[in-house]
């Protein structure tokens, strides 16, 4: 099991370009042995320290393996979206990692 942090940083006033497009994709993760473990939208009083920019979402999706994740980037499905995501994200951090 490989697992992926995503910190997701917003362009102002695209927030609901952005839900849309998580509306559409997020769905898919199944197909490709993907779950979405956590979607957090943290308020600013959650951070007890922080020296950048804080993100909009943080998600802890889990897959089989690389490959799987490296599949559910290129779905077809998920890439008819992708201009959604180009217009509503700023930049998104993304940590890949393993339990330990």
């Avoid at 370009?17 to 042995?33: G, I």
């Avoid at 559910?72 to 994200?89: A, H, Q, W």
């Amino acid at each position: 099991m490989i697992y992926y942090t995503q910190l997701i940083f917003i362009k102002p006033g695209c927030e609901q370009e952005f839900h849309a497009f998580e509306e559409k994709v997020l769905p898919l993760l199944k197909e490709y042995n993907g779950e979405l473990v956590y979607r957090i939208r943290p308020a600013k009083s959650a951070f007890v320290e922080s020296s950048r920019e804080l993100p909009y979402e943080i998600h802890l999706i889990t897959f089989s393996s690389k490959a799987d994740f490296e599949r559910y980037k290129i779905d077809p499905k998920r890439l008819d979206f992708i201009e959604m995501k180009n217009n509503s994200v700023e930049k998104i951090i993304l940590i890949e990692g393993f339990a330990l």
